[in-house]
Structure formats: C-alpha cells, structure tokens
C-alpha cells in the first residue's frame, strides 16, 4: 500500500461493566449505561491485562475506562494495577469521567470523590430543572439502573471538588495516562446563574439544547490545567458529543465560550462522533475541522459494532474505513471504536484490526485490508474476501441459511486452527440471526414457511 499519511492516535472507548475480554465469566453484561458492576471484582484487572495486550499487539495507543474507579472492582488499588500494567506494555490508560454528572471521578462508591456523595451533603451546588427543582437524571433497565443527582456548572464550591478530585486522582495514579472530561450531555441546568451564564458566554446551545459549550468552557479550560499540572503527558480529552459540522458556535469569533475554549492550550484533543454522519452520508472529504479548532489534536469517535450502532460483535469494516477516510481528509489526528469485547470474537477482532489499518492507511479500500490483514487469519485472499462479504449477513438474516454450506466447504478445506475458529465462529454468530428471524417469521406467518436450502 502506497503512504498517504496517516492518523496518529488509535482508540478503544470502554464501560467497564461491559467490557470482557476474558471468556466465561459469570455476571458478564452486554449493554448498558449506569449498570453495576455484576463480575468478580478481580475480573476487572484480568479483562483489561488482556485489551492491553491485544492493543500492544495491534497499534492501539490507548483505551479509555468509564467506571474506572468504584467499589464493585477494587476502587483505586484496581486502576493503579491496570493503569501500571498498561504502562509497561506501552499503552495508556485514561479515566473518562463526567464533571457535572455521572458520578463524577469516582464512578460508584463511599468515596470523598464521589459526586454523588458530595451533592447528597451540599444539595445547592446540585443542577435546577425548570421546576427550579434539584435534577436528577434516572437510568432505567435496559441501560442502567441509577438515579443520579447532577451538579450546577455555575457553583463555584462544585468547581473546586472536581478540581480537587481530579488532582488527588493524578497524584494517587501516578500511571494514568489522562482524562476524557465530559460537562453533560443529558440536561442543561436552568438555574438563574447557569440561564445568564449560558446567554453570555453564547455558546451555540440553541443548536445543541441537551449538551452546553458554554458548560464546556465553564470547566474544560480550568480541568486541563489541574491534570496537566500534575501529570504533564497525559492526555486531556475534551468531550464535544457532536461531529464538528453540527456546532455551528465556531462561525461566530466573537463568542466568549469560544474564545475561553480555544485558548487552551494545543496539545488538548477534542474528540466528535460521527454515527449519525456515516450514516446519512453527511460527512464528505471536502468538510474540514473548523478553522478555531484546527490548532488542537482531534479524535473521531464512533459506535459501530456494539449494542448501540450496528449490533454488539457485527462486522464494521467498510464503516471504519469510511471513519478513518473522513477523519483524514478532515484534519482529524485520532479514531476511536468500542473496544469491549474480546478478539475471540472474529467481528471484533476484525473491527480492531480495521481501526489500525485504516488509520495508518487512510485513503485503502476494503480490498487493500483483506489481502494485507484478513487474508493470512482466513486461509488466503479468496477466503478473506467472501469474509467481508458473508460477515454482514446478519443484515440480511432470510440469506444465512442458504450460506451454511459455502461455510462447511470452507471450513472443511482449512488446516490453520486459528483460521477455523474465525469461521467457525462467524457460521454460529450469524445462525443466531438466522433462528431468530425464522422463529419471528413461523410466529408471524403459521407453519407455511420454508426455511430449507
Ligand atoms: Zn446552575
């Protein structure tokens, strides 16, 4: 493949509640947004050893752990144990946390560095609601199962907690290779300080109304500044929750949150997210990052192959290639992917290798990494391209079992073990699609149908 240049920064974004990485384990959980932790708390260590490893192994830079630091798992002597681990390989580990809500630095638990706990003991630094109500923000089944006081951006004793906390965490981690901060993306308080605040700092909410830059540049500036402090190299990862092309906020040089955001200092990442983008194709090689923007490190993060975009382990391939591409032509330095599930899962492992390829080679086809990757793990080229296109079958589920025997022939012509697995796994992957459409399609239509090759 001929270099055209290439993106620098490789991604896994993580829960740590759904992440697993080593087989088997009972209280395993495959989805979800403030869930408990339901595994053996030594089963957080051991799962991320083994994404570290997998990211030595395969270019990825860094994996970010939301729900690093709580009780269930071993607190701060577990994220010391996996942050150390993680340096030693060559891979940073960073902590990504909400400001004003979820949790804040400690995610869950009897912690001083609980937000939850400092907002139960001083209630008026906690976010108003219209009904000028205290706000809080409920996670129900399937995603979750708090109920979680969120914070004021405008208290002036909150902003000294988190930037207390978020110093104490650096110090006591010494290997915590950075921070994905995150002001909210599930409310706007509308106190009287936060509705002036907001109206002068003009900071495009209009355009955005769940999600607030003037927040961002309430918080983001003074955050990068504690953590930077105290762990010079780590990573500062300031949350944006949008794709650039949809924060029209830049267009006006005169805004103050602006003008408080881009004065931070460059080696800050902003990290966008491009689902909705990919798939209306509404991101083209022409659009580029905003020009106030331009002077930081960016990543574009995306959803695919997991329970919120796609299906958790389908194959998204072609969707990272697009990512990579895009990111590119855009200006963009970094990609991220969810990297919870383990490579024993072929999708998976494909999807993680896609990242790394397509990063170094922004501007190759699905062609380019089917001879150059999945050719020696499938049993050669041939194979490695009717992978690509068998493995999006579960988009198809009425073809599944008509495929069955193309795979029986592939597999019986394969002597690698590791190649056996990969198909092995795809033929019963994609079978579960196809006993389900089957048993929805008998429910819906009687007996007549035929589901025989
Ligand atoms: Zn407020």
Redesign the pocket.
Known sequence: MKKSGELRYKVFWTWDHSTNWCMNQPGKQNTGVGNLYTKKPGVFVEDYKRAVDFCQANGIDAVGIVGMLRDGHGGLEAARRVCGYAREHGVRIYLITGLFSYGGIWYEGDSEFSLDRFLQKNPECM??WVDREPFYWTFSNPHGHKRQPIG????KALHNFIMDSLDYVFHAIPDLGGAQIESGDSFI???D??RERRASMRGGEEQLPLTSMSDMAAIYPDAADVITRRSPDAWVICESYTHFLDCRFFNDPTSPALKALTGMPENVFWQWTCDKRLRENTWTEKDRLPEPMRKFRHIMRAHHGTQWVGGRHTLAVDEIRRQCRLSYTSGIQGVSIFGEGSDFHANAELNYKALNYFAKHPMAGNEDFAKDVMSPLLGGDEPALRYLELGVLNKTPEKIRKSMPEFARTIGSLRDPDAIRRWTYLASFLSTFAWEYEKKAAQNNGDNVDFNI
């Open positions: 976010a108003r004021c951006p405008s208290s308080c509308m106190c300080a936060c």
